[in-house]
C-alpha cells in the first residue's frame, strides 16, 4: 500500500493542483483539513462507473487508468492520470453517477474533498472557477480527439498515437506498457494489437523489449498517427567572449 501522507504532504499535493494553486496558505490549511487521505493496491477500484458522485479524489502518488466497460465486459481506457491530477470532478458538478471507472495501475495514495466541503470551497473562493473551467474544457478537448481518431484513424494509427502520448523522454523514447492495457487505449484487442506491433517492429519503427516499446523512428510514428512532424529544436544561441582590452 502506499504511504498516508502528513500534514506537510497534503500541503505540498494542494500546492501542486492547479484548482488551489492560486489559494491563500490559511485556505490550503483548511483544506488539507478536511480532505481525507485514502490507500489503494495496484489493480484496486477507486470508484466504478455508475456509483454515486459524492468526492473529488486528487492524486498524490501512483498512477490510475479511467476506463469505460461495453455491456459485454469489454474495457476501453480513457486516460491514465497522475499526480497532480484530480478526479471525478464531472459526477461531483452535476449530481449524475460517475461517468467512468478508476483504476489504480500502482499502489496509489489520493485525498478525498466531498461534494459539501467542495461546494462550501466554490461559494467562498470563487477563483477555483476559472481553473475548474480550464480543466473541464481540456476534458472535452481530449474527449473530442479520441472520439475522432476513432472515426479517421485505423488501429495501427491509433496505437502510434498512444505510444507517442505515453513515451518516457530518452534516446530512444520509451513506453512501458502491457498489450493488453495498451489495446484498451488504442480500441483494439490484444491480438490485432499485437499485429500492429509486429508490423511496427519490421518497419524500424519500434523495438520491442518485453513489456517495454523503444520507440526508434518518432518521426515514422507522428506520420502514422496523422501527426504533423516536430519542430525541429532552435539552436543556442553562441556564447559571446568578452573583448581583450
Do not use: C, W
Not at 69 to 76: F, Q
Request: net charge neutral; aromatic share 4%.
Amino acid at each position: 500500500m502506499g504511504r498516508v501522507p502528513a500534514q506537510a504532504d497534503v500541503l505540498a499535493s494542494l500546492r501542486q493542483v492547479e484548482l488551489f494553486a492560486g489559494l491563500d496558505e490559511a485556505v490550503l490549511q483548511q483544506i488539507a483539513s478536511v480532505a481525507r487521505p485514502r490507500e489503494y493496491d495496484k489493480g484496486e477500484l477507486l470508484f466504478v462507473e455508475g456509483d454515486i458522485g459524492d468526492a473529488l479524489l486528487l492524486l498524490v502518488s501512483g498512477s490510475v487508468t479511467v476506463f469505460r466497460t461495453s455491456p459485454d465486459g469489454e474495457r476501453a481506457a480513457l486516460t491514465i492520470a497522475e499526480p497532480p491530477e484530480v478526479l471525478g470532478e464531472i459526477a461531483l458538478l452535476d449530481g449524475a453517477p460517475r461517468s467512468a471507472s478508476v483504476e489504480a495501475t500502482e499502489a496509489t495514495v489520493v485525498l478525498s474533498l466531498s461534494r459539501p466541503e467542495f461546494f462550501g470551497l466554490l461559494r467562498h473562493q470563487p477563483s477555483v472557477l476559472e481553473p475548474l473551467m480550464r480543466q473541464l474544457g481540456t476534458m472535452v478537448r481530449r474527449l473530442t480527439e479520441q472520439a475522432a481518431d476513432h472515426v479517421f484513424l485505423d488501429l495501427a494509427g491509433r496505437v502510434a498515437k498512444v505510444l507517442l502520448r505515453l513515451a518516457t523522454p530518452g534516446s530512444p523514447p520509451v513506453v512501458a506498457i502491457t498489450q493488453s492495457r495498451l489495446a484498451e487505449m488504442s480500441g483494439g484487442t490484444r491480438q490485432s494489437v499485437n499485429q500492429v506491433l509486429g508490423g511496427f517492429a519490421q518497419r524500424g519503427l519500434v523495438h520491442l523489449e518485453g513489456r517495454r516499446v523503444l520507440l526508434t523512428d518518432v518521426a515514422g510514428l507522428r506520420r502514422r498517427a496523422h501527426l504533423p512532424a516536430e519542430k525541429p529544436a532552435r539552436p543556442a544561441a553562441p556564447t559571446r567572449r568578452p573583448v581583450g582590452r
